[in-house]
Antibody, heavy 124, light 110 residues
Framework: QLQLQESGPGLVKPSETLSLTCTVSGGSISSSSYYWGWIRQPPGKGLEWIGSIYYSGSTYYNPSLKSRVTISVDTSKNQFSLKLSSVTAADTAVYYC????????????????WGQGTLVTVSS | QSVLTQPPSASGTPGQRVTISCSGSSSNIGSNTVNWYQQLPGTAPKLLIYSNNQRPSGVPDRFSGSKSGTSASLAISGLQSEDEADYYCAAWDDSLAGEVFGGGTKLTVL
């Protein structure tokens, strides 16, 4: 079955760029029914959607993060990536990647499955 | 401040039925389907209910979802100690062109 695994540095300095990669196994990232998404969760807080990408490169971003976020896809490696620039302590969170079902209406729907998550701490 | 509103906490005793509400607006719940996620302590969220009331394979039928207008609910019957977790509702928001989550409800089994 589909599995996702996040990877990347666990510590990023303020003002620098956070970079994470999600590797998809057990299925193709080029599947027509799915987008691929990033969600984060600050310690002790709730979930926040960051953005999602289709294998063609089409993206949706959270408006509150859009100016700092870039999500890209590498179909040859079955991976997609997140870059978040100009980070501050407020960006400290567990970052999850997930498969996102795309409904026939063209909107993103449920996230399933999720990766195990990776904690990224922003600190000097 | 989350776009979808959930009570921060809920509780019940083993065997009881509990419900968790999720309130939104015409641009999210009113226009799109609602999904629910269960997050057990120290683990990643897991899809619990999709398309308002559908259970993924492996989810017990003790869990059920419903939607009416701009609100949705998650019901858990025959409450068990292993149901103690955080529960999140989510939906697509047409105005924001993005996915929105509720703030989460911490369920305690007394």
């Amino acid at each position: 079955q589909l599995q996702l695994q996040e990877s990347g540095p666990g510590l990023v300095k303020p003002s620098e760029t956070l970079s994470l990669t999600c590797t998809v196994s057990g299925g193709s990232i080029s599947s027509s029914s799915y987008y691929w998404g990033w969600i984060r969760q600050p310690p002790g807080k709730g979930l926040e959607w960051i953005g999602s990408i289709y294998y063609s490169g089409s993206t949706y971003y959270n408006p509150s993060l859009k100016s700092r976020v870039t999500i890209s896809v590498d179909t040859s490696k079955n991976q997609f990536s997140l870059k978040l620039s100009s980070v501050t302590a407020a960006d400290t969170a567990v970052y999850y990647c997930a498969s996102v079902y795309s409904s026939p209406r063209g909107v993103l729907d449920w996230f399933d499955p999720w990766g195990q998550g990776t904690l990224v701490t922003v600190s000097s | 401040q989350s776009v979808l509103t959930q009570p921060p906490s809920a509780s019940g005793t083993p065997g009881q039925r509990v419900t968790i509400s999720c309130s939104g607006s015409s641009s999210n719940i009113g226009s799109n389907t609602v999904n629910w996620y269960q997050q057990l302590p120290g683990t990643a969220p897991k899809l619990l209910i999709y398309s308002n009331n559908q259970r993924p394979s492996g989810v017990p039928d003790r869990f059920s979802g419903s939607k009416s207008g701009t609100s949705a609910s998650l019901a858990i019957s025959g409450l068990q100690s292993e149901d103690e977790a955080d529960y999140y509702c989510a939906a697509w928001d047409d105005s924001l062109a993005g996915e929105v989550f509720g703030g989460g409800t911490k369920l305690t089994v007394l």
